[in-house]
């Protein structure tokens, strides 16, 4: 009888200890960073993508606003801008 009620409190223990790890776990959940984008694209003019507003490399040529996705392609279009101009 006595061996009985150790095997329920041995029971209790090991849900107590589940359940306290799985409280755990929970906490310990990932936050991702979730990026905040605006939803708002804007036209590559290098390679005519459209990219994120926040992830886009802005330039200003005369006055007007470019966006490009990458370095490479700001490159490229200020080198097309200077031969046409
Ligand atoms: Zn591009």
Request: aromatic content about 12%; proline content about 5%.
């Amino acid at each position: 009888m006595i061996r009985l009620l150790y095997y329920a409190m041995l029971a209790y223990l090991v849900y107590a200890v589940y359940k306290f790890l799985m409280g755990l776990g929970r906490r310990r959940q990932p936050s991702k960073p979730a990026p905040r984008l605006s939803g708002m694209m804007v036209k590559d003019e290098a390679c005519d993508t459209y990219v994120p507003k926040e992830e886009a490399i802005r330039e200003v040529i005369d006055g007007k606003e470019y966006f490009f996705c990458s370095k490479d392609c700001r490159r490229k279009f200020l080198n097309k801008v200077k031969n046409s101009g």
